[in-house]
């Protein structure tokens, strides 16, 4: 996968993330297999932020699960370290989907983490579905007040 570029024309979830001390490793810093970790986190707060938690999805009789994943790590984390995450729907197919992520040090304008998840829509039975017309409203809108 390429690597994510800033979006254009979408909604960007911004959430935050502390650096706990159980992320690092013995040199100090993020462990790389912790920022998979914040890219849930980020994926669920997008979704939260646009007034449909995952656990409605599913509700829903959908289930999107990771695919693919990828993350290029520019300057690494440490603890304590604040983190802002920034994600979006990059890309939309037939049945599936693309988020993309990029993770700053509070303030920086530079991102030091950037990755992307790749996730197929499935229907309870686990069969690949085309993304159901309600799903496809839900990824590409925008929550109230940012039309």
Known sequence: MAEPTSPVNSFVATSWYRVLYVDTDLMGVVNNGHYFRVFEMARGEYLRQLGFPYSRVEENGVRTPLTEASAHFYLPFHYDDLIRVECWIALVKKASFRFDYRLF???EREPR????????TLNLENKVVKIPSWLRDVISSRP???E
């Open 113 to 120: 983490v950037a990755g992307k998840t790749l996730h197929a």
């Open 144 to 146: 109230a007040g940012l």
């Open 105 to 107: 040090l509070e303030n």
